[in-house]
């Protein structure tokens, strides 16, 4: 089997993490080539270290010098800064993996698609922004994109060998979160440290308080559509709570095709990795007769307010994801640094998107300038309910 020469963007995250531990696994079928991170790197140069990669490179051009240091010694390059981050996206490499949080994402998954490779994309924040603009760009330099979100890896799964014009529906399956099960008027108290611990998953702060409000499922359900090319009104989300089936596809002849395994993020991602080929991985198996019984039940409108956002931003599409995903963005920001409650978070973002997406500047094509600026309007007005609530 040939070595795959592998770039990881965002490797000291939830994401990054599990995939250096895959790579770390088979050194015979992969090599690192450029790995990324954020403030921590010292965690940066071990995890450069450890693969010996060729290449790290932090977001932040003031620890250039500490990243320096921490890699002195191993022959391994050290860079910084946002142009430094786009260079290492032009390093050739069979697979690059995008797990950065957040629309920072966006710029370095393009510029990866431009070498005609594969995109292994975590970052589902590219695809709610820019969607169209990712898949003109892969499609212009022969790229390709693999997802891998766990549902939408599940979906890609269960499309293996089928024509999408036999689907008739996929259905995203969501955890419901840490609150799930509270009464509706607990939420507005609910707290940061209540919020960030998720039933089923260990994953970074951000995306576990977005699956208590389901804005990661929101996210989700937009990826959906971006990714697979599929009508909105044909995406269906339903909770389950034990987080074993990660989706569904139906087709038109009624038959339903499920993905079902343990939360661990290393299926999807070793999936991608390894795709097209299906090679051991780490994971749990399952004893069905321990699990049991499987449940589902329809999400509730007034506990999730972010799905029926979702659904109004497919509906309107152009600009409406990029200021839906920053405004999201800046309202966890407030949340986190306790400046809003939890359940003002959608309240904010609503305002935003109708204060924003009725503009007609907001229906511009998608390209990167417009999506930055509709991002950079987006949290302006973030910020601009939060001292309008405050006066
Ligand atoms: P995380 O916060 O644990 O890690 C984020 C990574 O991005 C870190 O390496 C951080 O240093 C880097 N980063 C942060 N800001 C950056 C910036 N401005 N520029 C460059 N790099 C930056 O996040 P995570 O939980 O690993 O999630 C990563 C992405 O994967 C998100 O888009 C998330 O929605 C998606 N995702 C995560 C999981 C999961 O299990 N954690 C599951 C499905 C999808
Ligand atoms: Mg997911």
């Given at each position: 089997m040939s070595v795959r020469r592998v770039s990881i963007f965002g490797a000291t995250g939830s994401i990054g993490e599990n995939t250096v531990d895959l790579l770390a696994r088979a050194p015979d079928r992969f090599r690192a080539v450029a790995l990324t991170g954020g403030r921590n790197v010292a965690r940066l140069a071990q995890q450069a270290c450890a693969l010996n990669a060729e290449l790290a490179v932090t977001a932040?051009?003031?620890l250039l010098d500490d990243l320096r240091s921490a890699l002195e010694g191993s022959g391994i390059a050290a860079a910084a800064g946002p142009a430094a981050l786009l260079e290492a996206a032009d390093r050739p490499a069979d697979l690059i993996l995008s797990g950065i949080v957040g629309a920072a994402g966006l710029p370095p998954g393009l510029r990866a698609l431009r070498q005609g490779t594969t995109l292994a994309l975590a970052n589902k924040e590219s695809l709610v922004c820019a969607g169209p603009l990712m898949m003109a760009e892969a499609a212009a330099h022969g790229a390709r994109i693999l997802p891998v979100d766990s549902e939408h890896s599940a979906v890609f799964q269960a499309l293996?060998?089928?024509?999408?014009?036999?689907?008739?529906r996929i259905v995203i399956t969501a955890?419901?979160?840490?609150?799930?099960?509270?009464?509706?008027?607990?939420l507005a108290s609910a707290t940061l440290a209540e919020a960030s611990s998720h039933p089923n998953w260990d994953m970074g702060q951000r995306i576990t308080i977005d699956s208590a409000s389901m804005f990661n499922k929101a996210l989700e359900l937009i990826e959906t559509r971006e990714f697979f090319?599929?009508?909105?009104?044909?995406i269906e989300t339903i909770v389950h709570p034990e987080s074993l089936i990660h989706a569904l596809v139906g087709f038109r002849d009624g038959a339903l095709m499920a993905h079902v395994g343990p939360p661990d993020m290393r299926h999807a991602i070793g999936y991608a990795l390894n795709w097209p080929d299906r090679l051991d991985l780490p994971v749990a198996r399952l004893d069905l007769a321990q699990v049991g019984s499987l449940n589902f039940r329809a999400p509730c409108e007034k506990r999730y307010p972010a799905l029926r956002l979702a659904r109004e931003v497919m509906a309107a599409r152009g600009l409406s994801g990029a200021v839906f995903n920053a405004a999201k963005e800046r309202a966890l920001d407030h949340f986190i640094a306790g400046?809003?409650?939890?359940?003002d978070m959608s309240a904010m973002v609503e305002d935003v998107l109708t204060r924003l997406t009725g503009d007609s500047g907001f229906h511009a094509d998608v390209t990167l300038d417009n999506v930055h600026h509709a991002d950079q309007m987006a949290r302006k007005a973030a910020d601009g309910w939060l001292s309008a609530e405050a006066s």
């Open positions: 932040f051009p003031d293996v060998g089928e024509d999408m014009a036999a689907v008739e955890s419901g979160g840490a609150f799930r099960d509270w009464p509706l008027e607990a090319g599929i009508d909105p009104a044909r400046r809003i409650r939890f359940t």
